[in-house]
């Protein structure tokens, strides 16, 4: 921004390291101690990846919190935060650039602009049962780091196939809250895996294959449209109605009391059945579009369904499937 070039420091190591910048004809030595002592401070410590458009400030900004590292990513404008804990640095400096093109990846396979979207943040971590402070809103998914400070097979699991699919909907988030639970899922288990893929091809393959199989040998109707959907429990009318009105539905199926009724949070139940099944089915419903029509044209899809307008629903996306792709996903609500 000021037409020089940043000094790359980290404070890692606790002997003197040499950076240098040439400034007319000055070389800068500056000791990693020193960096290291800012860092505490909560002094931001500006670095440029090697050969990399990425940018990282370290930060410590509440006692009570973790240190995390702030990268951004000058060829997109993607911008994230990653947390740490004292025996997890090393491993989370050294995924920064793993990350970056993983989110770059996500973006470019559901045609979103990676700049723009609000990326969820990370922690590297050692307590499975950590839990975040609460600030902001922020969301925050954990990496689990073992003992010796490296991902063990769980933060493999973590960092290969959970950490794409949750940024998966944090881009939904970002661009279009409250899609059907049928899109969000098969969305994020279509594209997350595509991006474990390249990486990690037994644990994507392994988990394709359990929703495949949860989905094919399910004896019941699948009901996509239907997962996620809120009821209310018939526990919360009954309690509401007189002993005639309760004494008729018991005997008549299709009566309905008059009301109105008053319900709580305590009240409402929402459809998570067959859940396996269900992601399996979203997942087979995008991998078919993939094999029918091919990724262009589901990025068409998808640029739609950012761009349109309100809350959408089912018919909503079977209508825009049609006009961007020429396929009717009807048949697939019917099952």
Known sequence: MLGKKLIAISPESTTYRRYTTVLGSIIILIAGSLVASCASKGIAILQEQPNTSLKMAQLHLQADDLPFLRTVDLSTGLVFRTYYDSISEK?????????VDMYREVAYLVAADPGMVNWAAIA?????????????????????????GQLGAEGIWDFYLKLP??????????????LPRWFSE??????????????????????????RNAHETLDQPLDLSGWGGVTVNP??????????????MEADSTYSP???????PDD?????????ARYGGSLALFEMLEETVGQ?????????????????NTETLISLAYEHMGIDLQPWFKR
């Open 91 to 99: 491993v989370a400096r050294t995924s920064i650039s793993t990350i």
């Open 124 to 148: 590297f971590i050692q307590n499975s049962e950590y839990i975040p402070p609460r600030q902001g809103g922020e969301v925050r998914w954990g990496i689990l780091v073992d003992d010796s």
């Open 165 to 178: 699919h949750e940024q998966v909907h944090a881009l939904q988030g970002t661009f279009k809250p409250g």
């Open 186 to 211: 098969g969305m994020a288990e279509w594209a997350g895996l595509q991006v474990s893929q390249r990486r990690e091809p037994a644990l994507a393959e392994q988990k394709r294959m359990e929703l």
């Open 235 to 248: 526990e919360a009318i009954i309690r509401q109605v007189t002993i005639e009105q309760r004494l008729k």
């Open 258 to 264: 008059p009301g109105p009724f008053s319900f709580g």
């Open 268 to 276: 409402l139940i929402s459809d998570e059945s067959n859940t396996l």
């Open 296 to 312: 262009e044209q589901m990025r068409s899809w998808f640029h739609a369904v950012w761009q349109a307008n309100g809350r959408l």
